[in-house]
């Protein structure tokens, strides 16, 4: 299986529940094999298999949950 990682930078969390939170979006995506989310420095490390998911589609997830994904 093609796996690519990816690490994006999340923007409003300010607890756990909110790491958990992203870590649920993300890990629901079809194609999305591991995701780690670090509250201290904001960031989602992701595992993920281009052939069904595109890095696009995980970050609306963030937005759509209430996060921002920053550049």
Known sequence: MNQEHITL?????TC???VNSVKKF??????VS???VDLASGLANID???ALVDP???RQSI???GFQVES
């Open 9 to 13: 930078k999340v923007g409003g969390m």
């Open 16 to 18: 756990m529940g909110c």
């Open 26 to 31: 993300l890990g629901q995506l079809p194609g």
């Open 34 to 36: 591991q995701v780690d």
């Open 48 to 50: 993920y298999n281009p």
């Open 56 to 58: 696009s589609v995980m």
């Open 63 to 65: 937005i759509n949950g």
